[in-house]
């Protein structure tokens, strides 16, 4: 089953007072990367958390934005720096005592210095913050998953709709295709009769020769096969468990490849339009399977 590199989920996890929040989204890309956006208490999981995405992910850009709160009831805890409070304590001191001002220090002046008076640091419980984070990541991880693959499930629906319609068209250009030997016999007999004026008299062996070797260059016959041959294993690499992008691709470059002889050797407009309308739909193909892991 074939799975889209394009998708987003989120996610809440909360356990005892810590409650973590998870965004993912992916994108397109030829590689597996990622860009993961985490609190600094929370840089440790780093590693952890590239391995659970890649238990479901070979390729693909994933960026990952985590938030973390402690909702705990504990008041905020405040510490005061004493070296710094006395050092600028002495500072107005002296600037008082230089000046000879009468104004008395005031407790006013000694906050007024930054970083006087800091928040204590809460000690967070490490391993109850990995299981949130990583309970809210698995979660996250198995929703993209899952619509990873309702969105590939789309894409396979439209790419066998349209490997169909590419199927069904290679018989009507394979008969066009047939009358390219006709089409040149009549145009050598048109040539021949304006350098001529004995038309009738032309050699019908020769005539034959000629058009058979007009015929050997425009024919397509071994391209319709290998096209055949193309379809069948895109539909193959379609059904197929593994991560198929990249195969799939490959097959896209040649179909390209032999719809292109084909247009180069094509005897009539009407061929060439029958190439033309293939390979729009090729494109089209080509589009869908990008977005394919």
Request: charged share 30%.
């Amino acid at each position: 089953m074939i799975k889209s590199m394009t998708a987003f989920a989120k996610a809440s996890h909360t356990k005892n007072c810590i409650t973590a929040d998870v965004t993912i989204r992916s994108y397109n890309s030829r590689h597996l990367d990622f860009a993961i956006h985490l609190p600094e208490v929370c840089q440790s999981f780093e590693e952890q958390i590239k391995k659970m995405i890649s238990k479901t992910h070979d390729r693909g850009r994933v960026e990952i934005r985590l938030n973390v709160a402690d909702e705990s009831q504990e008041p905020d805890l405040f510490e005061v720096d004493e070296v710094k409070a006395g050092g600028y304590y002495l500072a107005l001191k002296k600037v008082k005592d230089t000046l000879k001002l009468s104004s008395d220090i005031s407790l006013d002046n000694i906050l007024a210095a930054r970083n006087v008076i800091i928040p204590v640091q809460r000690q967070i419980d490490t391993d109850l913050l990995g299981e949130v984070v990583l309970a809210v990541i698995e979660t996250a991880a198995k929703e993209l998953d899952l619509m990873r693959r309702r969105e590939g499930e789309n894409l396979f629906q439209d790419l066998r709709s349209r490997m169909d319609y590419i199927e069904e068209n290679m018989e009507a250009l394979g008969k066009e295709a047939g009358k390219i030997p006709e089409i040149y016999r009549n145009r050598l007999r048109e040539r021949i009769a304006k350098l001529t004026t004995d038309a009738d008299g032309i050699d019908p062996v020769r005539l034959a020769q000629e058009v058979a070797v007009l015929s050997d260059k425009s024919d397509v016959s071994e391209e319709i096969v290998r096209l055949g041959s193309h379809i069948s294993l895109f539909r193959e690499v379609m059904d197929n468990d593994e991560s198929q992008g990249r195969k799939l691709n490959f097959l896209i470059q040649e179909f390209n490849r032999e719809f292109n002889t084909i247009g180069s050797k094509a005897g009539n407009a009407v061929l060439s339009h029958m190439v033309v309308d293939l390979k729009s739909e090729l494109e089209k193909i080509r589009e869908q399977v990008q977005n394919i892991e």
